[in-house]
């Protein structure tokens, strides 16, 4: 058994004023119990992410740490998007933690559930995914894409665990070992299971948003599904080779089957045939281009090897 850890709890934060003080209090009270229970170590903090916010965020992050020792904050210099805003705080955390647990500002996520997590680390654990044991909150157009995209990314074989978000523990040593993958493209819920470290599920009824809206778009839902599938498997390439495939020998067939047909005295002209054929071939190409294109152009951003995300100020006590 471990002995009790400093845990660090990072949160991501965009446009977050209405749930964050809510979120404070939520957060600071679960550690003040914790450390109560001699689960975690006092000197165990929340670290709040603003990435870019253009409300008041920002100000009330740093209000609430000049009132309290276990508040941290960092804010990047503009907004870079949840997985890039997760990563700046797992990292500025992982010199000053035992591990990290990431979650939402809006608290959707029970955050009953991080003694389990905290309690399986203590067991031995690296790693420990939040899984969602129903999905009844959440909107029939996220409900659905959602389903859609676990459905494709399985059939892809990439490996995710289905309605596992981006709650969830990670251990010093994990985190040590995930700053070594450079990759632009992040896709942490992916990344993480690549780790290979022992890894458990704990599971809990995902709630609505306390106040404020949600920040995924469905374009930026959609962005996260590719980064997803083109990070982790080039299998559409393939299938585009198979179907290529499949449909020159379906046209071979046809191709003899209408001169054999011409043979016989039945033939039935060539602009159809050219018509069709045009049409078939365009799509083709078309599709499989704007796949290689795809893989290409993210390729082009992970040459450039970027700076995922630039903090501007911290505060850390
Ligand atoms: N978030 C972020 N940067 C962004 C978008 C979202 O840091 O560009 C944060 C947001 O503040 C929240 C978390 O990511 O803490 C998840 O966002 P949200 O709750 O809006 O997504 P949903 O739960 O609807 O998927
Ligand atoms: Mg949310």
């Known amino acids: 058994m471990r002995d009790k850890i400093l845990l660090a709890l990072v949160v991501p934060c965009y446009n977050e004023e209405d749930v964050l003080k809510e979120t404070n209090y939520r957060l600071t009270s679960l550690l003040v119990e914790m450390i109560q229970e001699q689960l975690i170590q006092a000197s165990s903090y929340i670290l709040y992410v603003d990435d870019g916010s253009k409300d008041k965020t920002w100000e009330m992050i740093k209000d609430i740490y000049k009132q309290s020792e276990m508040v ?114 992040l896709f942490l819920r992916g990344l993480i299971l690549e780790l290979g470290f022992p890894t458990s599920c704990v599971y809990y009824q995902r ?27 080039i299998r559409p390439i393939r299938l585009i080779f198979i179907f290529g495939f499949i449909f020159s020998i379906l046209s071979l067939g046809f191709a003899v089957g209408i001169a054999i047909a011409a043979i016989c005295g039945a033939f039935i002209g060539w602009l159809p045939i050219i018509y069709i054929t045009l049409w078939f071939l ?36």
């Open 72 to 185: 941290q904050g960092v804010k990047l210099s503009r907004n870079r998007g949840h997985q890039n805003a997760l990563l700046a705080g797992l990292f500025t955390a992982l010199n000053n933690c035992d591990a990290a647990i990431s979650i939402d500002a809006d608290l959707q996520d029970d955050i009953r559930v991080i003694k389990e997590m905290v309690s399986r680390y203590r067991q031995g654990d690296e790693i420990v995914l939040g899984v969602r044991d129903n999905r009844d909150n959440d909107s029939i157009i996220k409900r659905g894409t959602a389903e859609a995209f676990y459905k494709v990314m399985k059939k892809l074989g990439t490996n995710t665990i289905k309605d596992h978000a981006d709650f969830r523990l990670l251990s010093n040593r994990a985190l040590q070992e995930l700053k070594n993958y450079n990759e632009v493209n």
């Open 207 to 233: 709630q609505s948003r306390m106040a404020g809206v949600t920040k995924y778009s469905l374009f930026r839902m959609l962005n996260l599904a590719l980064a997803g599938i083109t990070s982790f498997t």
């Open 282 to 317: 365009t799509g083709l190409i078309l599709m499989a281009i704007g796949i290689i294109g795809e893989y290409i152009g993210r390729n082009y951003f992970e040459t450039k090897r970027r700076p995922r995300y630039i903090i501007e100020e911290r505060l850390i006590h």
